[in-house]
């Protein structure tokens, strides 16, 4: 069920569309609005959380479970 999805970002002025996470779901920002937590199935088709950038340009895996991880929140110091 991840097959297939993405996680986009619409700029509101130009309405172009930016792909920021293949195979990934459940976007959330960080408070600060210069990351997005993502729910995502990478190549060994496990579902992790990952971060990516606001520009969608680097990645990075946070968990690596077998387990499925999903709806990724961001907690206040």
Not at 33 to 55: F, K, P
């Amino acid at each position: 069920w991840f097959k297939g999805t993405g996680v986009y970002v619409e700029n509101i002025d130009t309405d172009d569309l930016q792909l920021m996470a293949r195979n990934a779901i459940d976007p959330v920002w960080s408070p600060d609005g210069s990351m997005l937590a993502v729910s995502r199935m990478g190549a060994r088709q496990q579902v992790d959380i990952w971060l990516t950038d606001v520009l969608g340009r680097t990645s990075r895996q946070l968990t690596d479970t077998p387990e499925v991880d999903r709806y990724p929140i961001w907690l206040q110091p």
